[in-house]
């Protein structure tokens, strides 16, 4: 028996900073579950995080975001990836924090944008100039990024599987989050 997760992990961050992937990993590794709030956004809407900004417009999808987070928090203790811009509505801070711990990962810009300038699925970035808009989103949100409970840095010649264990211990930081099992 391994270490017990006692509270959701919320991993927070820009798109491309690796909290699907990573989350994914760190979730085998405790035996949890891996949650991901914008697939079950598009579960629960029968849609695209993209066609919904379309269709309804972005406050309409945080709205969506926050009902979906809340839930999702109040299940099992779980590890939760959220979209890039869920962490900077207080209101989502506030339940986070109420309910689970965050972990910023936290990616420079060049990193960033080597990993998502190629997607096609970022609304966000449908621009004139996605750089400058990455750009721009990455200045807007580090400071509320920064508030995060825990902070781990993405590190480019990492695997997954060695950021996911760089997040683990960094969580061992945390008693009330992670029980660690000596025997194991």
Request: aromatic share 6%; proline share 3%; glycine share 6%.
């Amino acid at each position: 028996m391994g270490d017990r997760l006692l509270k959701s992990v919320v991993l927070v961050g820009m798109m491309g900073a690796g909290k699907t992937a990573v989350g994914k990993s760190v979730a085998v590794k405790l035996g949890v579950p891996f949650l991901d709030s914008d697939e079950q956004i598009e579960i629960a809407a029968n849609m695209t995080i993209a066609e919904i900004f379309e269709r309804d417009g972005e406050e309409f999808f945080r709205e969506k975001e926050t009902q979906v987070i809340n839930r999702l928090l109040l299940e099992e203790s779980c590890i939760l990836s959220t979209g890039g811009g869920a962490f900077l509505a207080q209101r989502n801070r506030v339940i986070i924090r109420e309910h689970g711990v965050s972990v910023w990962l936290r990616a420079d810009l060049d990193l960033l944008w080597n990993r998502v300038r190629h997607k096609t699925t970022r609304p966000l970035l449908k621009t004139s100039d996605p750089f400058k808009t990455l750009s721009e989103i990455y200045e807007a949100r580090v400071p509320l990024y920064g508030r995060a409970d825990i902070i781990v840095d993405a590190n480019p010649n990492f695997s997954i599987e060695e950021m996911a264990e760089t997040v683990i211990k960094a969580l061992h930081a945390r008693p009330d989050v992670l029980e660690i099992n000596r025997n194991a």
